[in-house]
């Protein structure tokens, strides 16, 4: 059974950190590309950042470039995403999801899991407030 697991939310003053992470079993995530999504209340779910599965190469939303890091270590299983210089408008539950590429389906609206590729977390809140 593969799940996917994030952690490392919580609660962050403006100009803050933290680091999210993205637990996999069942799977092995190198083999494939990890996504980090959040979704605001009231707002549609937005791709956040991506990790590539041949080459880890990363991509980033702009208004996140420079303040998100993401990165992948295969010891560990995991993919992680350090934010630094919070916002309040970073607030959100951030979710992680894999899939066969960046920009993939799940970068484009796919919700759910195909039983192949695409496999979500169940979530993580971020809160940036004072």
């Known amino acids: 059974q593969v799940q996917l697991v994030e952690s490392g939310g919580g609660l962050v003053q403006p100009g803050g950190s933290l680091r999210l992470s993205c637990a996999a079993s069942?799977?092995?995530?190198?083999?494939?590309?990890v996504n980090w999504f959040r979704q605001a209340p009231g707002k549609e779910r937005e791709g956040v950042s991506c990790?590539?599965?041949?080459?880890?190469?990363?991509y980033y939303v702009d208004h996140v470039k420079g303040r998100f890091t993401i990165s992948r270590d295969n010891g560990k299983n995991a993919v992680y995403l350090q934010m630094n210089n919070l916002q309040p408008d970073d607030t959100a539950v951030y979710y992680c999801?894999?899939?066969?590429?960046?920009?993939?389906?799940?970068?484009?609206?796919?919700?759910?899991?195909?039983?192949?590729?695409?496999?979500w977390g169940q979530g993580t809140q971020v809160t940036v407030s004072s």
């Open positions: 999801a894999t899939d066969r590429t960046c920009y993939g389906s799940a970068w484009y609206g796919y919700k759910g899991s195909d039983g192949n590729y695409i496999y």
């Open positions: 069942g799977i092995t995530l190198d083999y494939y590309a």
């Open positions: 990790i590539s599965s041949s080459d880890d190469r990363t």
